[in-house]
């Protein structure tokens, strides 16, 4: 048997386009070579196993070698192997067959495993990294001619017979210069254990050595001796393949350090499993979140029948659910084509649904189930579940029943409970609910005490998502506002009928006025006389809720850039009611009652820690000539 030919291509030499473009990828050539030869060994089993196959089977398995002073890299299997007509057929036509498409299309793919996929290019990124790339095969089929193929990389291609002499298929590539940092054992063991760790049939690279039980010595103690092993680089059968009842939650965890070596114990996990109507394996985990959004995220691996594909899972799963750790396995993604049609692949739309529900599904079973052991998570997981009430309508819809809010006091409501709770004195005089909250219960104490004073509860938003979930919750519970809890005095903050009466007359409030805005002198702050209880402090600053909160989610990147770049603005809150104010009018010149007002308005600062470098100094050297 001999024969030479050509690749039958429309367009000319196509091999220095796959390289040049692919270049940046190439050490997938590794992870397609090993899938295709996995592949052939799981067809040979499974043809046994439907008695079209009744030789020996052998021990089933792939191995990678290579040889640095040949410059060769060889993965060999004992598959179903090929014959010569198939390599014409499988390695000449069918790999080509989306050639012309390909040379139309290529401009338009983002990465190399979209070409790869979606042109059945799998065997020829091979040509990455070789220049020559030769195949011995021996089919299964009774009576089969081994065959050898090569080709340098043109499309040229040599057939000949071969010389294996056992089932199976044997690629060997030459490597050409560019590509000698494939010639070594820690860069290959490295992309076998990222792309190759969990394939279901064993993968052979080298040997490694164990210690082995030799008898005992002269005491009766046990000796041992060394003993070279293969090197099996994966896990056939990894967690998400098998079915829950046969797991323990030390299997699950184990499985994580494996994942995620230097993380901590995960707080729970999903197992997902489905098989209609699209399949869906894998097992997500619940990390303990830190306040730090981004570098949580990415570290979910997405696999298609045990194959790693990418951690960039992000129009597979819902955006809140990046927050996860874990597996996804599914031959049911369309991995290999373009992100906008991935973005309206149904089967990704289902998917998408169905984690978001056995997600919702989870927690709540967690809450009803475990009330006080849900509390005690609630730190780590309820910057995740207020992520996904705000980005995802769906799960809003079932969170809202274990979404938990906190107060000052440390105590956990649901939104009902929460509700019950203030309703009767946080309710304004339009039958407004007022909720009131801190960002910074120690920066903000005498507010909260002001509040506390009155009856009022205050609950603590100091998540980096709480700006975004306030306006949610706003939106969505009916006749309910909330507000920080110095966004103005405690009277104001909650509008009532009953407020108390003035004690200073016209002429009196005019003349505080003009103290104060002569003493404070600063355009960004405005003086406003309150007729408020005499127990309030007598100067409060506080900055607008609108606004500030504009301010606060312009800071997050939340597209409010144009409020980001406005100067910042306050009220001045003078009591009128406070007996400081009356010590104030009664002072015996202008320079007394300048310096009272001065000080008051200082420590209104000092408070809320706006008070800083030489007006600090200048306070405290004030403070010490008033004592």
Known sequence: ??????????????????????????????????????????????????????????????????????????????????????????????????????????????????????????????????????????????????????????????ITEGSLEERGTEITLHINAESEEFLNQQRLQQILDKYCKFLPVPIKFGTSTQEEEDGVDDEGKPKYKTVEVDNIINDTNPIWTKAPNELKDEDYLKFYKELYPFSEDPLFWIHLNVDYPFNLTGVLYFPKLKNDFE????????????????????????????????????????????????????????INSYITKKVADKLADLFKNDRKGFEEKWNDIGLFVKYGMVSEDKFYDKAKDFVLVTNTAKEN????????????????????????????????????????????????????????????????LEKTSLKRVDADVADKLIKKEDAPEHVLTEEQ????????????????YKVQLESLSPDELPVTVTMDEFMRRMKDMAAMGGGMGFYGNMPDNYKVIVNGNHKLIGRILEGE???????????????????????????????????????
């Open 1 to 158: 048997m001999q024969e030479k030919g050509t690749i039958s291509i429309h367009t000319e030499n196509i091999f220095p386009i796959i390289k040049k473009f692919l270049y940046s990828d190439t050490e997938i050539f590794l992870r397609e070579l090993v899938s295709n030869a996995v592949d052939a060994t799981q067809k040979i089993k499974r043809l046994a196993a439907l008695g079209q196959y009744n030789g020996n089977l052998g021990d089933l398995r792939v191995e990678v070698a290579f040889d640095a002073d040949k410059k060769t890299i060889t993965i060999s299997d004992n598959g179903i192997g090929m014959t010569a007509e198939e390599i014409k057929k499988y390695i000449n036509q069918i790999a080509f067959s989306g050639a012309t498409e390909f040379m139309e299309k290529f401009k338009e793919a983002k990465d190399a495993n979209e070409i790869i996929g979606r042109f059945g290019l799998g065997f020829y990124s091979a040509f990455m990294v070789a220049d020559k790339v030769e195949i011995e095969t021996l089919s299964y089929q009774d009576g089969a001619t081994p065959a050898h193929w090569v080709c340098d990389g043109s499309t040229e291609f040599e």
């Open 295 to 350: 570098f949580q995220k990415n570290k979910i691996k997405l696999f298609s029948r045990q194959v790693f594909i990418t951690e960039e899972v992000k129009d597979i799963v819902p955006e809140f659910l990046m927050l996860l750790h874990g597996v996804i396995d599914s031959p049911d993604i369309p991995l290999n084509v373009s992100r906008s049609f991935l973005q309206a692949d149904s089967n990704v739309k289902k």
């Open 413 to 476: 409501f649901t939104l009902n409970e929460y509700k019950e709770k203030v309703e009767g004195l946080q309710t304004d005089k339009d039958g407004q609910l007022v909720y009131i909250y801190t960002n910074d219960a120690e920066k903000q104490d005498a507010f909260i005490q002001s509040a506390n004073k009155k009856g009022y509860d205050v609950l603590v938003m100091n998540s980096p998502i709480d700006n975004h979930f306030i306006s949610q919750l706003e939106q969505k």
């Open 509 to 524: 409030s005019t003349m505080i006025k003009e103290i104060f805005d002569k003493a404070i002198n600063k355009p960004a």
């Open 589 to 627: 010149d202008e320079g007394v009652q300048a310096q009272l007002a001065k000080q008051a308005f200082d420590l209104a600062l000092l408070s809320q820690g706006l008070l800083t470098g030489a007006e600090l100094t200048e306070f405290v050297n004030r403070s010490v000539s008033l004592i």
